[in-house]
C-alpha cells in the first residue's frame, strides 16, 4: 500500500471506533446476584462451549438465535450442541435454555421493541461471543457483523443494565519487535498492519467496548487464542486453519519441510471454563484477560503429533507441497492458500497471560496441554466424523 492508501484505511477505521454518544455508564448486579444471562453466538464453537458451562453454573441462558421462528432457532441450536458431542454424557439442562429468534447486527437485535425490552428486563450478564470468522473477507464486508453487532450489544447491556463479556481474539495484536510476548495490557494494533479482515474487525470493536469501559460500562474482554478441540471429547471444528492445513498435508500425504508456522493452540473446554469462571469473579470484572496456552507449537511439533497419531507423511519442499496442494481441487488448503503464503511470511505474536492464571489460581480451571493423548482425542473425533482418513500407521 502507497502512504496516501494507508492513510485512508487509518481514517477509516478511527471513524469506525467513534462510539455512539447514546451509549453511557451504569451500575450492574454482582456476579452471585446472576441468575440469568444472555449468550451470543450460541450456535458457533465457542458459544456452544459456553451455553454448556453456564448451564452447568446453574443459569438460565437466553440465547439470541437465526431463524424464521422460535421452533427453528432451537432446532439449529439443538443441533450444534450434538456436532459438537455436548449431548452426551451428562444431561444438559435444556429446560433453563429460553430461545430468542434475532440477528445481533440488527437493531435492537433483530428483535420487536416489545420483545428486546421484556429479555433486557430478565438478564444481568450478556456474553457476547457471537463473530463472523472469515480469514479470506475484507474488513468492509465484516464491519456490519462485527462492529455495528458490537454497538447493538452494548445498547442491550445498557438496557438491561448488565455487565458485559465481551470475547475478542489475540489476533488484535502484532509480534513485538523483541520477541516479547504479548500480555493482557500491551498495545495492540494499528489495524492498518494486521493482515486479516477478521482481526481488524475485532481491533474496531474492541475500541468501542474499551470507550464504554472509560464512560463507566462494566465490561470484560477476553481474548482466546488459536482455539482447537476439546480435550477430553476430541469435539474440534472442521474449518480451523490449523486443522486444514495439516489435513491437506494428509491428503497430498507429504508436508512441507521447515515451514514457518506456530500457532498457539488452546483446547475450547479451558477457553470456555476461563471465562465462565472469571465472569463470576467480583475481583475480575472490568479487566483484559487471555486464555492461551503456555507455549506454542510449530510446524515440526504438528508433523511429529501427525506422525505418532498414524498418518505417514514424507517431508518435501514448501513449493513441492503448494504444487500438490494446487494439484487437488478437493484439498483442504486450496481456498487458503493465499493465507498460508502470507502466514509463512509474517512474525507472529506470542502471548502472556500472567492476569488470567493469577485471578484462576484456587479454582479447578487450567489449561491441558496438547499432547499425544490429546491430539488422538481429536483425530479420533474426525475420523468418527468422516472428515479425515483414519491413520494407517501405528
Same mark, same amino acid.
Given at each position: ?21 447514546? *451509549?453511557?455508564?451504569?451500575?450492574? $448486579? ?9 449468550l451470543?453466538?450460541a ?14 453454573r446453574?443459569?438460565v441462558v ?13 432446532? @439449529? ?14 444431561r444438559?439442562d435444556?429446560d ?10 440488527? $437493531? @435492537? ?27 479470506? =473477507?475484507?474488513y468492509?464486508?465484516?464491519?456490519? /457483523? =462485527?462492529?455495528d ?13 448488565a455487565?458485559?463479556h465481551?470475547?475478542?481474539? %489475540?489476533?488484535?495484536?502484532l ?12 498495545r495492540?494494533? $494499528? ?13 474496531v470493536?474492541?475500541?468501542l467496548?474499551?470507550?464504554a ?7 470484560? *474482554?477476553?481474548? $482466546?487464542?488459536?482455539?482447537w478441540?476439546? !480435550?477430553r471429547?476430541? /469435539?474440534?471444528q ?7 492445513? +495439516?489435513?491437506?498435508? *494428509?491428503q497430498?500425504?507429504?508436508?512441507? @519441510? ?21 465472569s463470576?469473579?467480583p ?9 492461551? !496456552? ?13 506422525? @505418532?497419531?498414524?498418518?505417514d507423511?514424507?517431508?518435501? !519442499? ?10 487437488d481441487?478437493?484439498? !483442504?488448503?486450496l481456498?487458503? +492458500? ?7 511470511? =509474517?512474525e ?7 492476569? %488470567? ?12 496441554d ?16 468422516g ?8
Open positions: 500500500m502507497t502512504s496516501t492508501t494507508l492513510k485512508g484505511v487509518a481514517e477509516e477505521f478511527d471513524a469506525d471506533t467513534v462510539l455512539a454518544d447514546d *451509549i453511557t455508564g451504569y451500575d450492574a $448486579p454482582a456476579p452471585q446476584e446472576v441468575s440469568e444471562v444472555l451470543t453466538g450456535t458457533g464453537f465457542l458459544g456452544a462451549f459456553l451455553l454448556r458451562d453456564l448451564l452447568e446453574g443459569l437466553h440465547c439470541l438465535v437465526r431463524g424464521k421462528d422460535a421452533e427453528t432457532a432451537r432446532t @439449529r441450536l439443538t443441533a450444534n450442541l450434538e456436532r459438537y458431542d455436548l449431548l452426551e454424557g451428562p444438559l435444556l433453563r435454555v429460553r430461545v430468542h429468534t434475532g440477528d445481533v447486527a440488527q $437493531p @435492537r437485535l433483530g428483535m420487536t421493541d416489545e420483545a428486546h425490552a421484556a429479555l433486557a428486563a430478565r438478564v444481568d450478564a450478556v456474553y457476547h461471543a457471537a463473530a463472523k470468522v472469515n480469514f479470506l =473477507t475484507v468492509k464486508w465484516l464491519r456490519k /457483523a =462485527t462492529v453487532a458490537t454497538h447493538e450489544v452494548l445498547r442491550f447491556s445498557q438496557a438491561a443494565r455487565t458485559l465481551h470475547v475478542s481474539t %489475540t489476533g488484535v495484536f509480534p513485538a519487535e523483541d520477541g516479547t510476548p504479548r500480555g493482557e495490557l500491551g495492540t494494533g $494499528p489495524p492498518e498492519d494486521l493482515a486479516l479482515g477478521y482481526t481488524r474487525s475485532k481491533w470493536s474492541e475500541q467496548v474499551l470507550e469501559r472509560r464512560r463507566g460500562v462494566p465490561v470484560t *474482554i477476553h481474548r $482466546p487464542g488459536q482455539v478441540g476439546d !480435550s471429547s476430541g /469435539a474440534c472442521p474449518n480451523d486453519f490449523v486443522w486444514r492445513f +495439516m489435513k491437506g498435508a *494428509i497430498t500425504g507429504v508436508y512441507p @519441510r521447515r515451514f514457518r508456522l506456530r500457532m498457539n493452540m488452546v483446547p475450547i473446554d479451558y477457553v470456555s471454563a476461563a471465562i465462565v469462571a472469571l463470576r469473579d475481583e475480575a470484572l472490568g479487566g483484559v484477560y487471555h486464555q492461551v !496456552s503456555p507455549r506454542s507449537l510449530d510446524a515440526d511439533e504438528l508433523l511429529g503429533l501427525l506422525r @505418532r497419531a498414524g498418518y507423511l514424507k517431508e518435501t !519442499s514448501t513449493l513441492r507441497w503448494m504444487k500438490a496442494v494446487a494439484a481441487v478437493n484439498n !483442504s488448503m481456498p487458503l +492458500m493465499r493465507v498460508l503464503v502470507d502466514t509463512e511470511k =509474517t507472529l505474536a506470542e502471548f502472556a497471560d500472567e492476569l %488470567t492464571r493469577e485471578r484462576l489460581k484456587g479454582t479447578d480451571v487450567t489449561c491441558p496438547i499432547d499425544d493423548r490429546v491430539f488422538a482425542a481429536y483425530v479420533g473425533y474426525f475420523v468418527r466424523n472428515m479425515l482418513p483414519a491413520p494407517t500407521g501405528r
